[in-house]
């Protein structure tokens, strides 16, 4: 089976900083559409960051320019640089595996908290 365990959440103040983690077990990290999504009370799902398997990356406008997602393929994990942290940056946030070999399947983690206040 392949499981993602999310990791580096918890409770900094605004303007400061978090790098999550995300590891995948298995073999085929390399061949998996990364991307880590958030979830805030009362608020849908939204992808934050995503990177390609040639290390193409994507994010939403609320992230560019403070978040930084990136990938290692040789350990076989994600990360996600976030700056400049705001109190709306609060949320559970997901990483997501995407596989699109001859379908798509999506594997995610359980989340990790990230809470930004006072």
Do not use: H
């Amino acid at each position: 089976q392949v499981q993602l365990v999310e990791s580096g959440g918890g409770l900094v103040q605004p303007g400061g900083s978090l790098r999550l983690s995300c590891g995948v077990s298995g073999s085929l990290f390399s061949m998996y559409r990364m991307g880590w999504y958030r979830q805030a009370p009362g608020k849908q799902r939204e992808l934050v960051a995503s990177i390609t398997r040639g290390g193409k990356t994507n994010y939403t406008d609320s992230a560019k320019g403070r978040f930084t997602i990136s990938r290692d393929n040789a350990k076989s994990a994600l990360y996600l640089q976030m700056n400049m942290l705001k109190p709306e940056d609060t949320a559970v946030y997901y990483c997501n595996a995407k596989w699109e070999v001859l379908a798509t399947v999506d594997y995610w983690g359980q989340g990790t908290q990230v809470t930004v206040s006072s």
